[in-house]
């Protein structure tokens, strides 16, 4: 098992680092956003990764990911108005640690940059690298269209 990192492009968000980093270090605000009518366009795109029965506290999300079973990512440490580090659990086949990074720009202009690390066989990594590459940028272009408020 190797460990593996795959980091973002800095994305640009036009909101303030404090609303931004409030709504995304709770996980609550993901139930929100996360509806079932977003979940099945995911999993039409990726249809491996079919992820159902979505549900979250501040903390947590759980959720069921097609043929894995069941899944948790949990908010590990906050850094204010900084980092927010996330760590797997559940019945994902891969251990990952992942990272959102904020920087103030202005007072309404924030740089992310999100990292991805994880630890996988070469076998995983061989089915699923180039898809954790495009999933981490795809993620950081999502991040900066939620509806911060």
């Known amino acids: 098992m190797g460990?593996?990192?795959?980091?973002?492009?800095?994305?640009h968000v036009n909101h303030n680092i404090e609303i931004i980093y409030n709504y995304?270090?709770?996980?609550?605000?993901?139930?929100?956003?996360?509806?079932?009518?977003?979940?099945?366009?995911?999993?039409?795109?990726?249809?491996?990764?079919?992820?159902?029965?979505?549900?979250?506290?501040?903390?947590?999300?759980?959720?069921?990911v097609g043929s894995f079973g069941n899944a948790e990512i949990r908010i590990v440490e906050r850094e204010p108005y900084k980092t927010i580090k996330v760590e797997s659990g559940g019945g994902l086949p891969i251990d990952l640690t992942f990272w959102i990074q904020l920087l103030p720009v202005e007072a309404y202009l924030t740089k992310m940059r999100l990292t991805l690390q994880t630890e996988m066989g070469m076998m995983v990594k061989m089915m699923v690298g180039n898809k954790l590459e495009q999933g981490i940028n795809q993620l950081a272009e999502t991040l900066v269209r939620l509806p911060y408020k």
């Open 24 to 64: 995304l270090s709770n996980f609550e605000n993901l139930s929100k956003y996360l509806t079932d009518d977003i979940l099945a366009t995911l999993s039409e795109k990726v249809p491996q990764i079919k992820i159902e029965n979505f549900e979250s506290d501040s903390d947590s999300c759980r959720f069921t």
């Open 3 to 11: 460990v593996t990192k795959y980091v973002s492009e800095i994305q």
